[in-house]
C-alpha cells in the first residue's frame, strides 16, 4: 500500500519559516519525481515545486528563492524548506510522487501552512 504522509505544517508569522517533509512508503522512491503542490479554497492545485529522480528541480516564480526542495532517497523523503513566508503561502500543501514507464502517481492528504501575524 502507497502512502506519503506530509509533515512540518503549521502557524507563522509572515517571514518566518517552515520545513515540510514528506514520507514515502510501498513505492520505490528513487524511481519517481516528487513534487509539493498547494491549494486553496476555491482555486486550482498549483504546482510549487519538484525535484526529478537526477535532482533536477523546478519552481513556481512565486517562490523562488524562497523556497528549497530536497530529496533523501535513504529515508524516501522530500522536503521543503520555505523560507520568507508570505501571507499569500496560506494553502494546505500536498506531496506528489510520480512516474513513468509504468505510469504512476500518488498523493499525501495534505499538511496546512498558515502565514498570518
Known amino acids: 500500500q502507497v502512502q506519503l504522509v506530509e509533515s512540518g505544517g503549521g502557524l507563522v508569522q509572515p517571514g518566518g519559516s517552515l520545513r515540510l517533509s514528506c514520507a514515502a512508503t510501498g513505492i520505490i522512491f528513487r524511481l519517481y519525481a516528487m513534487g509539493w503542490y498547494r491549494q486553496t479554497p476555491g482555486k486550482q492545485r498549483e504546482l510549487v515545486a519538484s525535484?526529478?529522480?537526477?535532482?533536477?528541480?523546478n519552481y513556481a516564480d512565486s517562490v523562488k528563492g524562497r523556497f528549497t526542495i530536497s530529496r533523501d532517497n535513504a529515508k524516501n523523503t522530500v522536503y521543503l524548506q520555505m523560507n520568507s513566508l508570505k501571507p499569500e503561502d496560506t494553502a494546505v500543501y500536498h506531496c506528489?510522487?510520480?512516474?513513468?514507464?509504468?505510469?504512476?502517481?500518488?498523493w499525501g492528504q495534505g499538511t496546512p501552512v498558515a502565514v498570518s501575524e
Open positions: 506528489n510522487a510520480v512516474r513513468r514507464n509504468p505510469q504512476a502517481e500518488y
Open positions: 525535484i526529478g529522480s537526477e535532482y533536477s528541480t
